[in-house]
């Protein structure tokens, strides 16, 4: 399908850790994380999409929800070219006992399981972990 997905992602942080879900591209042979998040429905704002998918994924509520800002994404995943705009935002999650997890399984709606963790920054860059979309570790690293 050649279209642009629209998509929320909410960063949240645990001292210099970041809640990624773990992904693994099998024609690169490669494991890469993301935040958490997905796509944004017609109608619907970037903001009210990210809290329904994290209620979705983590049955948990965000407070203190800030835009950090935009993200353009084209890629290859599984030979399969994709183009993203991705709204990216930060937050706190309410369910407290979610930052004391070391990772947690999370069962999309298509059935899919996911491994998520908590992961700290500088495990990301250039020969180390693989963290996306292109630009967000950069947008992290000088956002304050």
């Known amino acids: 399908m050649n279209r ?8 949240f942080k645990n001292n210099n850790r970041i809640l990624v879900f773990e992904g693994y591209d099998v024609i690169k042979r490669e494991t890469y994380y993301r935040p958490l998040g997905g796509g944004i429905e017609f109608g619907e ?16 509520e965000i407070e203190e929800l800030k835009h950090l800002g935009f993200l353009e994404n084209i890629f290859v995943h599984n030979g399969n070219t994709g183009h993203e705009i991705v709204m990216i935002y930060d937050g706190a999650l309410v369910k ?3 930052y004391e997890q070391v990772e ?11 491994r998520v963790v908590w ?3 500088h495990e990301f860059g250039e020969g180390k972990s693989t963290l996306y979309p292109n630009g967000l570790l950069e947008m ?5």
């Open 104 to 114: 947690m399984e999370v069962i999309e709606a298509n059935g899919e399981r996911i």
């Open 96 to 98: 407290a006992e979610l």
């Open 119 to 121: 992961k700290s920054l």
């Open 140 to 144: 992290l690293r000088t956002a304050h």
């Open 45 to 60: 704002s970037g903001e009210v999409a990210v809290r329904r998918e994290i209620m979705e994924e983590l049955h948990s």
């Open 4 to 11: 642009i997905r629209p998509i929320a992602l909410c960063v």
